[in-house]
């Protein structure tokens, strides 16, 4: 769909002559009216609503083009989380708002009224979907990227050491030594023997200055 705003007769005029060329039909606006005399409904709000699919135009307000982007936008994204129903996660959802909120952000997303409210509103609403995307990926890098000790005994010596020479295990303290690996993310641990995770557990935040 497009959208010719027309801000004078002139504009008018030779939008319904090049329409009525490339042989659109007109719905609700006469393409052949050259003296351009129906311009004078909305004025300087005038719209062209361009269809080239069915080859149509139709005339509106530019407020009336809002409210069909917008409900036209709201069927858009309707008909894409259809598509992921059956996975079923909220991340494949939150996945699809976010690149519709990207695809939807250009101008033609929402054309803004005189004092730019409704434009205002429409990236209001793309910047909360942003953040609430934001917000599920940043737990998620969290959880890749906390540390685990491998605790096998309850005592000062209970943690597993990897000792990074000869890649052999040794039992020691929780604080860091050199040569030696005893902090492991999730993925590092169950690389090594999935069976390891059983007994992780996590890095509390003032073991880290240490």
Same mark, same amino acid.
């Given at each position: 769909?497009?959208?010719?705003?027309?801000?004078? %007769?002139?504009?008018?005029?030779?939008?319904?002559?090049?329409?009525?060329?490339?042989?659109?039909?007109?719905?609700?606006?006469?393409?052949?009216?050259?003296?351009?005399?129906?311009?004078?409904?909305?004025?300087?709000?005038?719209?062209?609503?361009?269809?080239?699919?069915?080859?149509?135009?139709?005339?509106?307000?530019?407020? @009336?083009?809002?409210? &069909?982007?917008?409900?036209?936008?709201? %069927?858009?994204?309707?008909?894409?989380?259809?598509?992921?129903?059956?996975?079923? !996660?909220?991340?494949?959802?939150? @996945?699809?708002?976010?690149?519709?909120?990207?695809?939807?952000?250009?101008?033609?997303?929402?054309?803004?009224?005189?004092?730019?409210?409704?434009? %205002?509103?429409?990236?209001?609403?793309?910047?909360?979907?942003?953040?609430?995307?934001?917000?599920? &990926?940043?737990?998620?890098?969290?959880?890749? !990227?906390?540390? &685990?000790?491998?605790?096998? @005994?309850?005592?000062?010596?209970? &943690?597993?050491?990897?000792?990074?020479?000869?890649?052999?295990?040794?039992?020691?303290?929780?604080?860091?030594?050199?040569?030696?690996?005893?902090?492991? !993310?999730?993925?590092?641990?169950?690389?090594?023997?999935?069976?390891?995770?059983?007994?992780?557990?996590?890095?509390?935040?003032?073991?880290?200055?240490?």
């Amino acid at each position: 769909m497009e959208a010719i705003c027309c801000m004078n %007769k002139d504009v008018f005029k030779y939008s319904l002559k090049k329409l009525r060329e490339r042989g659109f039909i007109g719905l609700n606006v006469d393409l052949s009216d050259i003296e351009g005399n129906q311009w004078g409904a909305f004025g300087c709000q005038t719209v062209l609503k361009v269809n080239n699919e069915t080859r149509t135009v139709e005339i509106m307000s530019e407020l @009336d083009l809002m409210d &069909y982007a917008n409900d036209d936008e709201e %069927k858009e994204l309707d008909e894409r989380l259809e598509e992921i129903e059956d996975d079923g !996660t909220e991340a494949a959802e939150t @996945d699809v708002r976010v690149e519709f909120a990207r695809s939807s952000y250009a101008p033609g997303g929402v054309i803004p009224s005189d004092d730019g409210k409704r434009r %205002k509103e429409f990236v209001e609403g793309r910047i909360e979907i942003l953040k609430e995307s934001l917000a599920e &990926y940043e737990k998620e890098l969290k959880e890749l !990227t906390h540390l &685990y000790y491998l605790k096998v @005994d309850n005592n000062e010596y209970g &943690y597993l050491n990897l000792d990074l020479d000869d890649n052999t295990w040794i039992f020691g303290p929780k604080q860091q030594n050199n040569g030696f690996q005893n902090r492991f !993310t999730k993925e590092e641990i169950t690389d090594m023997n999935e069976g390891l995770w059983g007994i992780a557990v996590p890095v509390e935040e003032d073991d880290l200055q240490c």
